[in-house]
């Protein structure tokens, strides 16, 4: 093993306290940190695993006011049901704070503080926008409007979702308050920037030089095209009434920026834990033999590779991260994962839903981690990895492995006979886990280590298969004892190799072979002899349960029904469009048509090809309506055609303009039709 680090500070990005954890912050975050976790005890390592709900932030006073509540009722209420989904996951945080605990808003302050003081600032006063109506400025959510870089319309104050751009307010093209609705004038005030363009060269030294090789391409990519795009200054304070108020003078009415105070929660927990546990909390900050590693989603890199570093460097003492292993974004059924959408695998509810499953979930989202690039959770997915791997591979070498052992020998180990070459490769094999699963987890590559971790599984099954001591017991015997003894030996060592990735199996496991603590990797490397002859083992019980087709059409059903409810959502209350000019709209020649003919597009089965009279000329229109009009059904009609539109070919059909339609939330096409009374060939305008 490589793990040279006198001790270990793991962080596990903060969640955020305005909804429910979701697969797509396992899979990105927690369950790789926990399985690196788990690995570093079980080598006997110090560690300290640091989490806690990150609870300031405007998505939280914006959740409170739509509820009609205060933000502290929404932190309490998310913190609660994350702190206690996690537990029952087995996510095994050495502590799991808040940020709105009174030691964080001391250490969070601090900071600024000593950073103030020492001149790490800068102090502009710039216009921002302001709310008259609200009676307050729009940062961040506050504040929504058109993409400066891609035009999409509902892009927020601080960051675009659709191009991933980070903004400021101010650049948002017709920007509209969330709070009131009404469109914000510009207004003086006082913040406190953060110069990041004069750490360029620390992060260039530290990262673009000092990690080429071993930080994760799309964390050093990311961080790269930001120091490529030159840094900035950075505001880290806020016109706001929910967060840490700034503790220096003349700055009333405004507090830290999330962004700000919410790595420094990190620090915070450990002084906690440090307190509870009668430990130095400084060390797993400070010492240049502690080892930090910041496990987070892509969403966060540049937080924790730019912001939080040149904060820990202003602090002078801190050490840095050592590695910041971000993970890509796990998608669902092929869509992008949505708390507003409700597109989601809710943790909260997946526990309810499959109790005593919790470490299917681990295993499917570490089988299928968005290590490298973007994955897809299905549910089709979860059930084939659950009954093929868990059942077949795990489920059924244990089990095996145990009832045999109960069945020739009552439950105890039997002494090995003859140890045969095919014997001593398998014994020789077994001794070669540890580094195999272990040399990948310390690279950050959980999905090859769970893989190696079933690898071992299959040394059981294929020994089992082919020593065969079902038979071995009736022509020849002998060879059974040795033969039971191995696979017990595997199995006990699987007890061990596959606690980081399935605690709770683990456990049940080490019941059933009647062992009271999980055994150190080493011994599994260096002894022949794990589980001692004449051991009794315990009861045979099942480690995983098949899943049956039914549970994941009911998981499907579920998923099909939050669609439905989205496209009604979505398509009644489309984006607003940006604003055109009179000059652009008198561009449209708007005129009154009648359908005189119709017939289907051959060989497809959206297009009607329409016959339209405009007074002065009949033209030919294609139009994508035949899932909602039979073609002699839509003769005679008035409609509205944009007829400047310049003529394209449809499916081999020269389209002469367009009919102007609405579609309603079902899918179903109405046609925008003029009077009876209008006239073929006139203006609509
Ligand atoms: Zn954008």
Redesign the pocket.
């Known amino acids: 093993m490589t793990l040279k680090a006198k001790r270990y500070t793991v962080t596990a990005a903060l969640p955020y306290t305005n909804g429910p954890i979701h697969i797509g912050h396992l899979a990105g975050v927690y369950i790789p940190a926990d399985i690196y976790v788990r690995y570093l005890r079980a080598q006997n390592k110090d560690v300290a695993f640091i989490c806690g709900s990150d609870e300031h932030g405007v998505a939280i006073s914006i959740r409170a006011k739509k509820e009609g509540v205060t933000p502290k009722d929404i932190i309490d209420k998310y913190d609660t049901m994350i702190k206690t989904s996690f537990q029952q996951l087995g996510i095994s945080f050495d502590n799991y704070s808040r940020t709105s605990a009174p030691i964080h808003h001391e250490t969070a302050g601090d900071f600024f503080k000593q950073m103030h003081q020492e001149g790490k600032f800068i102090e502009q006063t710039t216009e921002q926008l302001y709310d008259e109506e609200a009676q307050q400025y729009l940062a961040d959510r506050f504040v929504t409007g058109t ?6 319309p509902e ?1 927020y104050g601080d960051q ?6 980070s ?1 400021n307010a101010t650049d948002l093209i017709q920007p509209k308050s969330t709070l009131s609705g009404s469109i914000p004038a510009l207004k003086a005030t006082k913040h406190w920037f953060l110069p990041l363009d004069q750490y360029e060269d620390f992060i260039k030294e530290w990262i673009l030089e000092g990690h080429k090789n071993d930080w994760k391409s799309n964390v050093y990519g990311q961080v790269k095209s930001w120091v490529d795009d030159g840094l900035k200054p950075r505001a880290v304070t806020r016109d706001l009434d929910w967060g840490i108020p700034v503790p220096v003078e003349g700055a009333e009415g405004k507090v830290l920026y999330v962004w700000f105070d919410a790595p420094i929660g990190y620090i915070s927990s450990t002084k906690e834990w440090a307190a509870r546990e009668g430990k130095d909390w400084e060390p797993y900050w400070k010492d240049k033999e502690t080892e930090l590693v910041h496990f987070i989603g892509k969403d966060n890199i540049v937080f924790h590779c730019i912001i939080f570093p040149a904060i820990l460097k202003a602090g002078k003492e801190y050490i840095l991260p050592e590695n910041v292993p971000a993970n890509e974004f796990l998608n669902l059924e092929g869509d992008k994962i949505s708390t507003s959408k409700n597109w989601a695998v809710w943790l909260h509810e997946y526990l309810d839903e499959f109790p005593g499953q919790e470490d299917v979930l681990r295993y499917v989202l570490t089988a299928n981690a968005p290590e490298t690039k973007d994955n897809d959770f299905t549910w089709k997915d979860f059930q084939t990895r659950n009954n093929s791997e868990l059942v077949a591979i795990i489920g059924n070498f244990v089990n095996r492995a145990v009832v045999l052992t109960h069945k020739y020998y009552e439950g105890n180990v039997p002494d090995c006979g003859e140890i045969l070459a095919q014997d001593q490769a398998v014994l020789d094999e077994l001794k070669l886990f540890p580094k195999r699963v272990g040399g990948s987890i310390e690279k950050y590559r959980f999905r090859e280590a769970s893989q190696e971790m079933l690898n071992l599984t299959r040394l059981g099954n294929k020994y089992l298969a082919d020593e065969e001591p079902w038979k071995r017991i009736k022509d020849a015997p002998e060879r059974v004892p040795t033969i039971m003894h191995i696979a017990l030996q595997i199995a006990t060592a699987l007890s061990s190799i596959c606690e980081p990735f399935l605690p709770h199996s683990a456990e049940k496991l080490r019941t059933i072979l009647n062992i009271d603590r999980p055994l150190s990797w080493q011994v599994i490397e260096e002894e022949s002899s794990l589980l001692p002859v004449g051991h009794t083992i315990g009861k045979q019980q099942l480690l995983f349960e098949k899943i049956e087709d039914t549970t994941i059409e009911a998981q499907l059903t579920k998923l099909k029904q939050t669609k439905v409810a989205n496209e009604k959502e979505t398509k009644s209350l489309p984006p607003q469009k940006r604003l055109i000019t009179f000059e652009d709209f008198i561009k449209l020649d708007l005129r009154v048509g009648t359908i005189i003919a119709a017939k289907k597009v051959k060989k497809t089965k959206k297009l009607l090809q329409l016959q339209v009279d405009l007074g002065e000329e009949v033209r030919t229109i294609v139009s994508g309506i035949a899932e909602s009009f039979n073609p002699e059904e839509v003769v005679g009609k008035k409609v509205t055609v944009l007829t400047n539109l310049a003529p394209r070919k449809i499916r081999g059909v020269e389209s002469q303009g367009m009919l102007l339609m609405s579609e309603d939330a079902e899918g179903n096409i109405v046609m925008v039709s003029p009077d009876q009374g209008a006239k073929n060939g006139f203006p609509i305008a």
Request: net charge negative; charged share 20%.
């Open positions: 993409c400066p870089k891609c035009d999409q892009a675009c979702e659709n191009c991933g751009s903004l």
